[in-house]
């Protein structure tokens, strides 16, 4: 029966040994940067497209993130569905509004049911910032959305340490984005930001040759086809940058990328993964009830 020596022992340990190192070292320095997240805690996108680009395979939580949106439906209905993964009931979301209202139907459809959703309305920008921070500092709650208009880099660096301080983790709904007026200065203070990661949203065509030819799903509105999003992630600490087109089906997100779009957003294989929400989704396509049409949307008519 042969013997190991413990040199052999020790040879055999030590690359595992290293290995262990150098990943507990990476994820001392994320946190270190304010990039770790909760305990180095993450949310998959569940698109091996997507999370390739993200530090651990998902999306950091416990920190800032800024959103960015063309369009303001877009955006909601973005933010509605990664909030829907992180809020509970006992641990629920908070909304702060900036002078509108939610359309809960809508927000229903990307998982995010009122039972787990808190909203505040603020009626100045500095009122706003101050709730955000006060609620990022509370254990309490899941994850915080503040509407705030292109916060600069001192008042996102103290976002970022509150979220860091309890683990809530925090975004940025930048709802002054595609406006009149804010073009340079609104750059700069883009790119100041303390956010860990950066996205750019854009309304995608919702229909496609396929789709048109489709029957209407059960409970959907005719000539709607799923909603699409041009997503962007600009900036992402310890990532790196990359663009797709994703679509919400009522279920998850896939991602439905062709030619450019998708040799930026480095497609694995070209397989679409889905990203499922915690609960059933409604067939409601909206959401929130602004006169502006929503992501990847045809205007859609408004039962009374």
């Known amino acids: ?15 595992r040994d290293r290995a262990g190192v150098i990943a507990d070292l990476r994820a001392r320095i994320r946190r270190m940067e304010g990039a770790g997240g909760e305990g180095g805690r993450t949310l998959p996108f569940g698109i091996d497209s ?35 993964r992180l809020a509970t009931p006992k641990a629920p979301a908070l909304w702060i509004l900036r002078g509108r209202d939610l359309y809960a139907p809508g927000l229903a459809a990307y998982g995010l049911t009122p039972d787990r959703l808190l909203a505040v309305r603020a009626v100045r920008p500095g009122d706003a910032l101050w ?5 990022l500092r509370c254990p309490a709650l899941s994850v915080v959305l503040g509407e705030l208009e292109r916060p600069d880099l001192t008042a996102s660096r103290r976002l970022q340490l509150a979220a860091e301080s309890s683990g809530v983790t925090g975004f940025l709904l930048e709802s002054s984005a595609g406006l009149p007026g804010g073009s340079a200065k609104g750059k700069r203070a883009e790119d100041l930001s303390a956010a860990v990661t950066r996205w750019r949203l854009n309304a995608a065509h919702s229909l496609d040759e396929e789709e ?5 799903p059960a409970g959907g509105l005719p000539g709607l086809g799923t909603p699409r999003w041009s997503v962007a992630l600009e900036r992402c600490r310890g990532g790196r940058p990359g663009r797709w087109t994703l679509a919400w ?8 990328g062709t030619g450019m779009e998708a040799a ?31 992501s990847g949307h045809r205007k859609p008519a408004i039962a009374r």
Request: proline fraction near 8%.
């Open 1 to 15: 029966m042969p013997v190991l020596s413990p040199s052999s022992l020790s040879a055999e340990g030590a690359p």
């Open 50 to 84: 997507v999370d390739g680009h993200l530090p651990d395979g998902g999306l950091p939580l416990g920190c800032l993130h800024a959103v960015t949106a063309e369009e303001p439906g877009a955006g909601t209905g973005f933010a509605a569905a990664l909030l829907a």
């Open 212 to 216: 048109d030819a489709a029957p209407c």
């Open 264 to 294: 930026l957003g480095q497609a694995a294989g070209g397989d679409s993964g889905l990203w499922g929400a915690r609960q059933s989704m409604a067939q409601s396509p909206m959401s929130d009830n602004r006169q502006n049409h929503s």
């Open 249 to 256: 089906d009522g279920a998850g997100w896939r991602d439905v």
């Open 131 to 135: 709730a955000m921070e006060e609620a």
